[in-house]
């Protein structure tokens, strides 16, 4: 595999990871998806500009982008960062998860049973 054909399979599997789809990153940069698809085919030289461009959507530094390893974090480092984010996330939307719950209860749980009792009282069940 040559240089081009390395960096353009290096956008793809990001791309993919990010669970991006070809229009989606036609759509952010612009083109179409025909011109997209070329790119991820190396059929089409990538600009500077277009390259940073890519990065940024991918949100991956460049030189990481272009391979080079020594400047790139290991795999096992971004999916110790990657394990940190999602915890965090996780956390913060069981602590949503609860705070819906309690308003749950206060709006409709309360108000539903008291209805359900005085309800019962007037058909006669106790």
Same mark, same amino acid.
């Given at each position: 595999?040559?240089?081009?054909?390395?960096?353009?399979?290096?956008?793809?599997?990001?791309?993919?990871?990010?669970?991006?789809?070809?229009?989606?990153?036609?759509?952010?940069?612009?083109?179409?998806?025909?011109?997209?698809?070329?790119?991820?085919?190396?059929?089409?030289?990538?600009?500077?500009?277009?390259?940073?461009?890519?990065?940024?959507?991918?949100?991956?530094?460049?030189?990481?982008?272009?391979?080079?390893?020594?400047?790139?974090? $290991?795999?096992?480092?971004?999916?110790?960062? /990657?394990?940190?984010?999602?915890? $965090?996330?996780?956390?913060?939307?069981?602590? /949503?998860?609860?705070?819906?719950?309690?308003?749950?209860?206060?709006?409709?749980? /309360?108000?539903?049973?008291?209805?359900?009792?005085?309800?019962?009282?007037?058909?006669?069940?106790?």
């Amino acid at each position: 595999m040559n240089v081009i054909s390395n960096l353009s399979e290096r956008i793809r599997q990001v791309r993919l990871q990010k669970g991006l789809s070809q229009e989606n990153m036609a759509d952010m940069l612009g083109l179409s998806t025909t011109a997209y698809g070329d790119l991820e085919r190396g059929r089409t030289e990538l600009s500077v500009s277009r390259l940073e461009n890519i990065s940024k959507l991918l949100e991956i530094p460049l030189p990481e982008l272009l391979g080079f390893d020594s400047l790139s974090m $290991s795999e096992t480092e971004w999916l110790r960062q /990657e394990n940190t984010r999602i915890l $965090s996330e996780n956390r913060r939307l069981q602590n /949503e998860l609860e705070q819906w719950k309690i308003k749950f209860r206060q709006w409709f749980g /309360e108000g539903i049973v008291r209805e359900i009792g005085e309800h019962r009282e007037r058909i006669g069940f106790k």
